[in-house]
């Protein structure tokens, strides 16, 4: 089987960085994408192909990858970031085209 | 304006078949590149990837859930229906409906609906 392995959670003050990192040995081969969700709503894209972000999204998200893991940036954290951010990708056999890590939540100190 | 709208019993009985169906507005099923997934979330844990229907009609299930799943699509009524049979309390979720962005078999999530939780349970 695939994974995707995420720390289960990351805290951080106001204004300070956070960085959320997603682990797979298929990464260095095909893209992922963080997706952020808040209690009691849908996910939503915060970053695809590895930096790319959305538009609306604020540019606070950034996305990077560096061999089998990518990274999740927000930089000035706020409040409202607080939530569970999940990454998503594939392995290189087909055998899994989409496959979502375990989820870390951001808690906002 | 994308939307998906997810529609189905909030309550099933173990071993019945769940039938869940995403009606979608702003695009169109059968237009080329446009995919629908469906992505369920179990209260308190993470996200499970399903199955994905494209615009050709083409079909792909995750590998452990493959015997129990249909997907399949009404493009004239621009719904998107899921089946899973024999249904199990350990399925009990929040099952999500999504728009599926696809490129050279990339996919990923632009638009979700707003989920529909379902409990399994005599």
């Known amino acids: 089987s695939y994974e995707l392995t995420q720390p289960p959670s990351v805290s951080v003050s106001p204004g300070q960085t956070a960085r959320i990192t997603c682990s797979g040995e298929a990464l260095p081969k095909q893209y992922a994408y963080w997706y952020q969700q808040k209690p009691g709503q849908a996910p939503v894209l915060v970053i695809f192909?590895?930096?790319e972000r959305p538009s609306g999204i604020p540019e606070r998200f950034s996305g990077s990858s560096s061999g089998t893991t990518v990274t999740l940036t927000i930089s000035g954290v706020q409040a409202e970031d607080e939530a569970d951010y999940y990454c998503q990708s594939a392995d290189n056999t087909g055998a899994y085209p989409v496959i979502f890590g375990g989820g870390t939540k951001l808690t906002v100190l | 304006q994308v939307t998906l709208r997810e529609s189905g019993p909030a309550l099933v009985k173990p071993t019945q078949t769940l039938t869940l169906t995403c009606t979608v507005s702003?695009?169109?099923?059968?237009?080329?590149?446009?995919?629908v997934s469906w992505v369920r979330q179990p209260p308190g844990k993470a996200l499970e990837w399903l199955a994905l229907i494209d615009w050709h009609d083409d079909k792909i299930y995750t590998t452990s859930l493959k015997t129990r799943l249909t997907i399949s699509k009404d493009a004239s009524k621009n719904q998107v229906v899921l089946k899973m049979t024999n249904m199990d309390p350990v399925d009990t979720a929040t099952y999500y409906c999504?728009?599926?962005?696809?490129?050279?078999?990339?996919?990923?999530?632009?638009?979700w609906g707003q989920g529909t939780p379902v409990t399994v349970s005599s």
């Open positions: 192909k590895d930096s």
């Open positions: 999504a728009r599926v962005h696809s490129e050279w078999a990339n996919y990923y999530f632009d638009y």
């Open positions: 702003g695009f169109s099923l059968s237009a080329s590149g446009m995919c």
